[in-house]
């Protein structure tokens, strides 16, 4: 699969996610999507950023927008991370990287000086014919959902 590419459709993918279900690209047309990329549940970035998802959904939804949170965690960790915070979105685990790959988000980042490949957290908006209309790479948490709702009101 090769990755992404701004205004061209978006291959199709399955992905398996929070509430039982297999995310298909292909079901979601009619509805713009966004897929956000975060590192890891339960830390403080990926929660703040989960949570004002979460507090924007009912703007999102007026605008026809499906909402999805994609790490690596595994399904029960997705669970509880929604559930803790009440994600009215699935998370979309993807612990074989394929999402992750397919948007080129996994860079080498540094913790503690150590090097080590991780989630960049990422944003991808994707119309509702399938084409990819924007992304945000290296995403500061704040205020960006709200950037992501004004690129969605723009489509």
């Not at 959904?57 to 009440?86: Q, Y």
Request: include cysteine; glycine fraction near 8%; charged fraction near 30%.
């Amino acid at each position: 699969m090769s990755s992404v590419a701004l205004n061209q459709p978006v291959p199709d993918f399955q992905a398996d996610a929070t509430g039982d279900q297999t995310v298909r690209l292909a079901d979601l047309k009619g509805s713009n999507v966004v897929i956000y990329f975060y590192p890891k549940d339960n830390t403080p970035g990926c929660t703040t950023e989960g949570q004002d998802f979460r507090d924007r959904i009912e703007a999102f939804e007026a605008e026809d927008t499906r909402i999805f949170g994609v790490s690596r965690d595994g399904l029960k960790a997705h669970e509880n991370f929604r559930a803790k915070h009440g994600f009215p979105f699935h998370l979309i685990s993807d612990k074989d990287e394929a999402l992750c790959q397919l948007f080129d988000v996994i860079k080498l980042k540094k913790l503690y000086g150590k090097e080590h490949l991780g989630i960049e957290r990422s944003t991808f908006l994707i119309d509702k014919e399938g084409v990819l209309r924007q992304e945000w790479r290296g995403v500061k948490v704040k205020g960006h959902a709200d950037e992501v709702l004004e690129a969605v009101k723009a489509l």
